[in-house]
């Protein structure tokens, strides 16, 4: 047992305690004000939209059955603004489609909207359309109701890395802009006896290559667990259509988009609080954006190991910018558009970590700073994902 003086155990079991918290408390920005993810996903929606040709191949690989009763979808975290419902919306009416080229009546559509327990379901259930089974007389009328939704709604609490449907009762999985977020901060990248800890730095973007692989394994580990969870959730014929953040470098330090986001001005913000002395660099150095941007072996290694899947298709897509402005020659919006769009994201974590007027003080230096750059992150910020339509071997 640790005791108060042995401040080596103290190092783990700190660790350990943030560790557990993570799952608790990881969600994007709730409610719907000026941080919120609710107002800052648009860049999501945008990189979701022009991925949904991949989206209905992977929906066509789906075997349907004159047997059906119920068609069950799930968005593994789905966060909490309109990109999830309008995704859901894409997938009935494509399988409607479908039921009917073969002459068959839709059956009735459930979808479950997963998300940590953190995650702000309130308003996302405020998005959701009414349901129209009272106010119409069939499915097809249903669907052809604008204002109306035509599936069953709920919202499933708990972590994707672990089992959290009954066994082979899902049709198709969608996962989008989730699968990088880690179950947890390596333990080892928190430990100051450890060569991969992380000196001075909050996220692993340049920092040395032991640290990265420490990540790398974290996300492997991770994905394995989701695959493996999902194996035993999925129907027979059923498939998975999987959105990732990813990178085209083979270097783990280079994390990309996701390096320029988290890894560049918001790392200089952090340090300017240290050096102001608002914040000591323990403090910072206990912070760690739990974010790993795999490349496209990093993922092919874990579902192939995992064997319970085939690969339809695995690729980099290049998403483009989660950078949204009106004026991209207007300095001071491309460096407020950044601030909002890392707090829209990681502003819970920070929140939790420094308080909210310090995470104040810090966004309001991310913004300066990415300002001063605002040329270079117009030109240069662009993010990569990985997209995978895995079906059940």
């Not at 394995?224 to 270097?251: P, Q, T």
Request: proline share 4%; with cysteine.
């Amino acid at each position: 047992m640790a005791t108060l003086g042995d401040n080596k155990d103290n190092v783990v079991v700190s660790n350990m305690k943030l560790n557990m918290k993570l799952e608790r408390m990881l969600s994007m920005k709730g409610g719907k004000g000026e941080a919120s993810y609710v107002n800052n996903s648009q860049a999501q929606g945008q990189h979701a939209r022009s991925m949904l040709h991949l989206l209905k191949e992977t929906l066509d690989g789906v075997q349907l059955s004159p047997t059906d009763i119920a068609f069950v979808m799930v968005d593994l975290g789905c966060s909490c603004g309109s990109n999830t419902v309008y995704i859901i919306d894409v997938i009935v009416q494509h399988m409607s489609k479908r039921y009917e080229a073969i002459g068959q009546q839709p059956p009735e559509f459930s979808a479950f909207f997963a998300d940590l327990p953190s995650n702000d379901f309130n308003t996302l259930f405020q998005l959701l359309p009414p349901l129209a089974n009272n106010g119409c007389g069939s499915m097809e009328e249903c669907l052809a109701s604008n204002s109306n939704r035509s599936y069953f709604a709920a919202g499933v609490p708990g972590s994707f890395y672990r089992r959290l449907f009954p066994a082979r009762s899902v049709d198709v999985f969608y996962s989008a802009f989730s699968l990088h977020w880690l179950s947890q901060v390596p333990d080892v990248v928190l430990d100051k006896r450890s060569v991969a800890y992380n000196d001075g730095r909050i996220y692993i973007h340049g920092a040395n290559e032991i640290t990265a692989n420490a990540y790398k394994n974290q996300f492997q580990s991770d994905l394995a667990g989701f695959l493996g969870a999902r194996a035993k959730e999925i129907k027979r014929g059923g498939s998975m259509f999987l959105v990732c953040l990813g990178r085209i470098s083979v270097d783990p330090t280079d994390q990309g988009g996701a390096g320029l986001l988290f890894g560049t001005h918001f790392q200089d913000a952090w340090d300017d609080l240290v050096q102001e002395g608002l914040i000591t660099s323990e403090k910072r150095d206990s912070f760690n954006i739990p974010v790993y941007a795999p490349s496209i072996q990093d993922f092919k290694e874990v579902v192939e190991a995992n064997g319970s899947f085939s690969i339809n298709k695995l690729q980099v897509f290049r998403g483009g910018s989660p950078l949204v402005v009106n004026h991209p020659d207007d300095a001071a919006e491309v460096g407020r558009a950044l601030a909002i769009s890392c707090r829209s994201v990681s502003g819970v974590l920070v929140d939790a970590h420094i308080g909210e007027q310090l995470s104040d003080e810090l966004f309001a230096r991310v913004e300066r700073r990415a300002s001063r750059h605002a040329k270079e992150l117009i030109e240069k910020l662009q993010f990569f994902h990985i997209v995978a339509s895995l079906s059940l071997v």
